[in-house]
C-alpha cells in the first residue's frame, strides 16, 4: 500500500535527526505531549465519545467499552505516566561495556535507537500516548496502528502528540498514526521490513499470531499468558490459597493472571479444599480433571483445550499432578513462556522448578501477578515479551534500544 | 515437511535435557567431538573428496572448491576451534543483573540458553563443527541445514559429532543435520516456530533475503557487508591509503571487506593518487564517479549498481563528497550496516561521524576487516549480525543465550 510506504519513508527519514536529538530536547517534547494532552483533553474527549458511541452501536461488550472510555481523570494518567518517561533517565549513548585490545585498537559497545518501531494494537487509546512516549524516549520513530474501534481516539490523541512535539523542535513525523484501519493496512505494515526494525503486537493471541505468522519485520511478541501455579507437596496450604487467589483474582484480564492450577497429589485434599474457599468469594469457576472432582464435587470437568486455553476471565483450571516431574513437563507443553510459580516448603523442589521451567519469569512462593514494567522496577514498560531473542520479560525503556560497535584507531590494519 | 518436523520434535525433547547440562558435561563433549574431529579425519576427506569431484564436474569455480575441501590440516583446525569453544567460559547461569525489590521480592535475570537454533548455511563445512560447537556450548541444540554442494562432508562431519556427544551422556539430538538439501527442506525449517527458537542463515545476500522474507522463525541476519571507508578533508594521506588497501586487499572474499570508498573533495587530488597507488599493486578494479575519473583518468565509470553492490573481489566503487553529510548520507542510503570507517585528523568529523552513522560498527581511523569475533577479543562467532534486534554484530557465545527472571519470594501478592 503506496500510503503506508510513505508513512515508512517519513519515519526513516525523522528517524536521522531523532536517533541525534540529545536527551534535553526528547524530555521537552515529552513535557510538551504531557502538557498538551490535559489541555486538549476536551477534543480528546469528543473524539472518544464518537468511538463509544459506535462501540454500543456495534454491541461491544461493557468490559471492552471499558477499555476504550476517556475521560479526564484517565488523560490525566496518561499524561502522568509520559511524565514519569520523560523523568526516567536517558537509555541512548550507555557505554555497555569497553576495552582496549593490545593492538591500541580502543573498542567499546554503546546503546543506540532501535529505529523504526511499528506497534500494532487493539482498542486501547492509552497505548497511543504510552507506546509514543517510551518509542520517543529511546530516540525511535513511531508508526502506530491501532484498532478500528479507538479510530477517532487516536487520531485525536496522535494529532496532540505530533504538534506537540513539533513545538520542542522535533519532526512531527516521529510520531505516526495510521488511519486505514483495514486489515490491509495491518498486512501492509507486517511487510514493509525497508522501513521498520521492529513490529511489536500488543493485544489478544490471534493478533499476535498473524504478525508472528505475516511479518518480514523482526517482532517481538508480546503477551499471551497462560501461567500456571504449582503448589507442591510441601508447601504451605495458606500461602498456596493467597497467591492462588491474588494471582487468578486482583486482575482476571491481565497477562499475568493466573490461568491453570497444579496440586501434587500428596497435598490435594488439604490444598484443594482451601484454593476453592477463597476462590469462591469471587465465584470463580474450577474446571477440575477427575482426581479433582474427586475432591471438590460438582467442578466442571476440565477438557483437553482447557489446558490450553488463557480464560482472561474469572475461570481456572486445576490437575492434580503425582510428582514436580509432571507438573514442569505440564508447563513444558501447555505453558506460554510468561510467567510460572511453584509454592513449596522444599529447597530441593524451588531449585528444580527455578532451573528446568522454561519462562520469562518464574516465581518461588510469590504472586504471577509481579510480571510487570513497574513492579520488577524498570519504570513503564510497551509489553511483556514471551520470546527470547533481544529480550524477555517486560519490555522497558532499556529494551527499545540497541547497540552498536566504535572502534577508534591510530591507523590499525590487519 | 513430515521428517523436517520430525527433526524439530527431537531438537526440542533433547533441549530439555542440555538445557540443564552442567558446564562439565558440556565441556567433555566438546572435548569428544575435537578428538572425533581429528580420529575420523580419514573419513571425513573421503567424504569431503565425493563433494569436491562432484563440485568439478558440475563447475564449481576454484574459489569455491577451495572454500570446500577439506585436508588434515583444516580438519586439526576445526578441531582447534571446538577445543577453544570448550575452553570458553559457559555463557549460561550467569546472573546478570539482581535487586531486592521493596516487598522483599528478590529479582534477578540469569542467562539461558535460547533453545532450538537453526542454521542455514551454504558450502563451507567448518561451518558444521564450528556452529553446533557454539550452540552446544551455551545450551541450544541444533538443526544445521548445509548446501547440496558439501552433504557427503557435512554428514560425515555431523555423524563424528553425534557420536561423540553420545559418549559425553547428552543425547545426539543436540546436533542434528538435514540430509534432505531440496529447496523445500529450507522453506520447512522457515516456517517451523513451533519447534526453532531462532534461525541463522550464514551465506550470500540471496540466501539471507529468502530467510528473512520467508521465515516465520525469529531470524538473526548476517554477513552482507557493503562496507565504506570515507576519507575526511583533514585525513592522513599516507595512513587513508594504508587502511583502504588493507580493508580492500587482506581478505576480498569477507564481509567486513570495504567495498566502497568516499573521499571528502577538498583531499581527492592528493588521496586518490596515494590510494591508487596501493591498490595497483593487487590490480583492483576501481569504478569511480565523474569526479573520481578527471583526477585518475581511465577507471571504469560507476553506474547507480556499484553504490549498493558487495563485491566481494578486488573491486572498489569510489566516489568524490562534498562533505561529511554527504558522506553520511550515502552511507545512509547504501550500507548494509556492517562496518563503516572514517579516516580523520578532526576531532568533530570523528565524533559526527561516530555518532550519526547507524552501523554493527564504526570506526575512526582503523581497518574494518577488525569486525570480528576473534578481533574484539569474543572468541569464536557464529557470524556478524547486521540487525538491531537481540544482537549486533560479531556473534559470539554470549548472544547464542536468552535471559529469564527468576523471582523468590515469601508469600508475596499484589
Known sequence: MKEIKELGARARAAERILACAGANIKNAALQNIAEA???????????????VENGKNSGMSEALLDRLRLDDKRIAAMAEGVRDIAAAADPVGNVIWGETRPNGLKISRISVPIGVIGVIFEARPNVTSDAAALCLKAGNTVILRGGKEAINSNTAIASVMRRAIGKAGLPEDCIQLVTDTSRESATALMKMNEYLDLLIPRGGAGLIRAVVEGSNVPVIETGVGN?????????????????????????????NACESLLVHRDIAARALPAVKARLDAKNVEIRGDEAVGSIIPGVVPATEDDWGTEYLDLVISVKVVNSIDDATEHIAKYGSGHSECIVTESYEAAQKFLSEVDAAAVYVNASTRF????????????????????????????????????????????
Open 37 to 51: 494532552l490535559v489541555f486538549y483533553a476536551g477534543d480528546i474527549i469528543s473524539a472518544n465519545a464518537k468511538d
Open 227 to 255: 501461567c500456571h501455579i504449582y503448589i507442591d507437596a510441601s508447601a504451605d496450604v495458606d500461602m498456596a490459597a493467597d497467591i492462588v487467589y491474588n494471582a487468578k483474582t486482583s486482575r482476571p484480564s491481565v497477562c
Open 371 to 414: 510480571t510487570d514494567g513497574g513492579e520488577f522496577g524498570f519504570g513503564a514498560e510497551i509489553g511483556i515479551s514471551t520470546q527470547k531473542l533481544h529480550a524477555r520479560g517486560p519490555l522497558g525503556l532499556k529494551n527499545l534500544t540497541s547497540e552498536k560497535y566504535i572502534i577508534l584507531g591510530s591507523g590499525q590494519v590487519r
